[in-house]
């Protein structure tokens, strides 16, 4: 398994070229977008996130935000150490952060300033005006997305490459239950060995 500084090393050395595969359909805009993604990947969106790393370190202030992350995952986890699982679920989990911090900022805010608090009606509206916004977004700057999406998913496949797994730990729940159903082998029966300094009986007389 690769240390940090090793995982750090090969991504920043990798990013450019992997950058490069794009500009043949995409440019120099690709370029910059896959070489961006494939350092954000391997930096900020690292596998590592699941322990105290340096990808937690980069983070800085917003730190806290991985907390239940990482306690919520054992390290090298299914969830977090798999390809494509492991880069959607970061994804999916930081956009859901985000979302939830900017809401209680929202909420602390409306409190302080003595206005309504945001009700269900609000929630859903603004649910709906996200969902329309990535649909034009994507629709609109679609093989730039791709490429961003292929960089961070290339970065995390470097980071299991080099721990030389990339065969990510079950859940520990996974885990019991696969040990209760494995079948249990009987011991076999073992045979007594002779005790030094025990003999048997010996016949005739010694001189």
Excluded: C, K
Excluded at 26 to 35: F, R
Excluded at 122 to 129: E, K, T, Y
Excluded at 181 to 190: E, F, K, N, V
């Amino acid at each position: 398994m690769a240390s940090g500084r090793s995982h750090d090393q090969a991504t920043r050395r990798l990013a450019l070229p992997f950058g490069l595969l794009w500009a043949p359909w995409l440019g120099l805009v690709g370029v910059a977008v896959a070489a961006g993604a494939f350092l954000v990947g391997g930096l900020w969106l690292s596998p590592d996130l699941d322990t105290r790393s340096r990808a937690t370190n980069r983070w800085g202030p917003l730190a806290w935000l991985w907390w239940p992350y990482r306690r919520g995952l054992s390290h090298r986890s299914l969830f977090s150490h798999s390809p494509v699982i492991g880069t959607a679920g970061r994804l999916i989990y930081l956009a859901l952060a985000l979302l939830l911090a900017a809401l209680v900022a929202q909420g602390l805010s409306a409190l302080a300033a003595g206005s309504p608090p945001l009700r269900s009606g609000d929630l859903v509206a603004g649910a709906q005006a996200g969902r329309y916004w990535l649909a034009s977004l994507w629709q609109q700057q679609r093989p730039l997305l791709l490429a961003a999406l292929l960089g961070l998913e290339a970065s995390s496949w470097l980071h299991l490459l080099q721990d030389g797994d990339p065969m990510p730990r079950w859940p520990r729940p996974l885990r019991a239950l696969a040990r209760a159903l494995r079948p249990q082998r009987r011991p076999s029966p073992r045979r007594r060995r002779p005790q030094p300094g025990r003999q048997g009986p010996r016949s005739g007389r010694q001189n």
